[in-house]
T-cell receptor, first 115, second 113 residues
Framework: NAGVTQTPKFRILKIGQSMTLQCTQD?????MYWYRQDPGMGLKLIYY???????DKGEVPNGYNVSRSTTEDFPLRLELAAPSQTSVYFC??????????????FGPGTRLTVL | AQSVAQPEDQVNVAEGNPLTVKCTYS??????LFWYVQYPNRGLQFLLK??????LVKGSYGFEAEFNKSQTSFHLKKPSALVSDSALYFC???????????FGTGTRLKVLA
C-alpha cells in the first residue's frame, strides 16, 4: 500500500491564481481530511469527508473547496490564492471511529507559497 | 467545544533521561485522545490513543501516555529518551459526536546527546 499520497510536494503561486492539491489513499478509508499547518499554530481542519459524495466544513474553510467523487480521492481547490494561504497542507484518512480503528494516516504534505 | 492545550513550545532533555510532554484537554463527555509525532519535512505519524480502559496507554517507539481524569491531562512519557526522538509532538482530541479532530499547537522535543 502506498498509503496517503499528495501532489505536488511544493508549489509557488501568484496572488489570484488557482490550483488543486491532490490527495489519494489506497486503504479504502471512508474518512478523509484536509489540514493546514502554520508555524506555532498546530493543525487546523479545512474540510473533511465521511464518504464519497459527502463533505463538510472544518475550522478554516474560507478560500477553499473540496469534492469527493470517489472513496480514494479528496482534492482541495484553492480559488484566488492569497498570501494568507501560504502554509503546509496535509491530507489524512481514517478507517473509522471505532476504538480499534480510530487513527489518522497522514500524507507527506504540500508546501504552498503564495507571492 | 472540545480542545487540547500543550503548554510547552519546546522541551529539552538529555539522552537517557526520562521525558514528559504535557497535554491537557477540555471535553464534554468521555475524551478520545491521541498523540502524533512529526519528523522534519514529514507528515504526522500516530503514536498512541486513549479511548477507554487502562489509564496508562502504551504506544509506538517505547512511548506511553497517562490519562488522568481528575487533572484532565494526557501527558506523553518515555523512560529513556533517544536523540532520534527529537521531533514535533501533537496532542489531539476527537470531537465527540462528529468526525473532526482538534490538534494542539505542538511541542518540539529536543533530546541532547
Amino acid at each position: 500500500n502506498a498509503g496517503v499520497t499528495q501532489t505536488p510536494k511544493f508549489r509557488i503561486l501568484k496572488i489570484g491564481q488557482s490550483m488543486t492539491l491532490q490527495c489519494t489513499q489506497d486503504m479504502n478509508h471512508n474518512y478523509m481530511y484536509w489540514y493546514r499547518q502554520d508555524p506555532g499554530m498546530g493543525l487546523k481542519l479545512i474540510y473533511y469527508s465521511v464518504g464519497a459524495g459527502i463533505t463538510d466544513k472544518g475550522e478554516v474553510p474560507n478560500g477553499y473547496n473540496v469534492s469527493r467523487s470517489t472513496t480514494e480521492d479528496f482534492p482541495l481547490r484553492l480559488e484566488l490564492a492569497a498570501p494568507s494561504q501560504t502554509s503546509v497542507y496535509f491530507c489524512a484518512s481514517n478507517p473509522g471511529t471505532e476504538s480499534s480503528t480510530d487513527t489518522q494516516y497522514f500524507g507527506p504534505g504540500t508546501r504552498l507559497t503564495v507571492l | 467545544a472540545q480542545s487540547v492545550a500543550q503548554p510547552e513550545d519546546q522541551v529539552n532533555v538529555a539522552e537517557g533521561n526520562p521525558l514528559t510532554v504535557k497535554c491537557t484537554y477540555s471535553v464534554s463527555g468521555n475524551p478520545y485522545l491521541f498523540w502524533y509525532v512529526q519528523y522534519p519535512n514529514r507528515g504526522l505519524q500516530f503514536l498512541l490513543k486513549y479511548i477507554t480502559g487502562d489509564n496508562l496507554v502504551k504506544g509506538s517507539y517505547g512511548f506511553e501516555a497517562e490519562f488522568n481524569k481528575s487533572q484532565t491531562s494526557f501527558h506523553l512519557k518515555k523512560p529513556s529518551a533517544l536523540v532520534s526522538d527529537s521531533a514535533l509532538y501533537f496532542c489531539a482530541v476527537r470531537d465527540i459526536g462528529t468526525y473532526k479532530y482538534i490538534f494542539g499547537t505542538g511541542t518540539r522535543l529536543k533530546v541532547l546527546a
